[in-house]
């Protein structure tokens, strides 16, 4: 079957990355342990509400989105990501094990955390939870005001070969250079634009990377304004795109939908979602996310591996939503936080209920178990993770006879 890596082409024979020296060399078993039926599984008694197979999903999660951080800090190694959730920041202390008494969900305290939302999907899914929150918070609040909202799409045509990085800094530039044009300024005015949420996203195809624009239109609705039209802003984004050297778009590359669009998604997700969740969504209209690169890169695809080490390049330190002046006060909301501080802060009422000694952590770190210590800590608390932190003991000392046993 074709891989991600083998599927979008490879055009990255040519680069350079950093071997990734820094990580202790992995265990046979490296990835059996963390999977494994009889290893953690036999210590984890069902306490939750939640049904067997609700929680089994939310434990893959979780070890999915471990196995995924492991597989961008080994890509990266020169990167935040490469000590997030490993290093621990005062020495002096051990690693906290804190359970939230609002979801139940376990984490760590003392430990570095990276903020980074393009590469780190254990900080990605902590900072884009508590955006859509925010970003779901303003719609609301808009909604009762009798305002509307539009999501405006931007897309600008692209082909295999073409550089990441250059392609995002032209499509930000072409946004910028319509928004300054007089056009755009009527144009606001007639539809009673009071603001905007401009998110980035990308997805990776046969024809490179598809880098694009969602942009949230909050309008007033008085019977005077116009509902904006797609066909109306096609001049002025191909003008812009030209004028910053990007190839014309087609009548495709402007698209509006309405409200209702949210509606058109299946289950929960919404304009909430879509901004702020689409980049760690799988497979979309048959591209890939950067998640899906990993993902492949962690089973072995090394091209896919080389492709998400681009992406890392072309979107480091680039926000994903960008609100428009004055739209936060608008809507009430609280002034912006950085990623860092989201990935960082808790909001959750939590008790710690364990802590784990610097030998402990190294071993936990060595055998790739920060999943299973979570997953063990919701499930059976404290007596179950000093279980298991014994057994981890005992299969490195079984290890280490064998080591003796072969010399
Ligand atoms: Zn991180």
Redesign the pocket.
Known sequence: METPGQRLGNTYEKCVFAPAIFLPSRPANRGELESSEEFPVGLLPVQSSESADDQGKKQNRTRERWRM?REAATLLPNH??RQ??RTVVDKKRNVEVFLSIDSGRAFFGNVK????LW??P???ARITEKKRKELRQGLDAWSITGGQVFMLTLTIPHHYGNDTRELCDQLLAAHKKMQNRTFWRGWRKAIGLQGSVRALEVTYGKNGAHVHCHILLFCVANGETLRPSADALVPAWISACKSVGLPEPNMHGVDIQDGSYAASYVGKWGLDCELTKSHIKRGIQGGFTAWDLLRASADGDQDAGRKFQDHSRAFFNRRQLVWSKGLRKLLGLEDEKSDQVL?QESTETAKEIASIDFSDWKRVLRYDARASVLIISENSGRKGLATFLQTLAGFDSSQFRNRIRRI
């Open positions: 951080q935040r990501v997030c959730g955390c990276c903020g980074s590469e780190c254990v900080c990605a990935a």
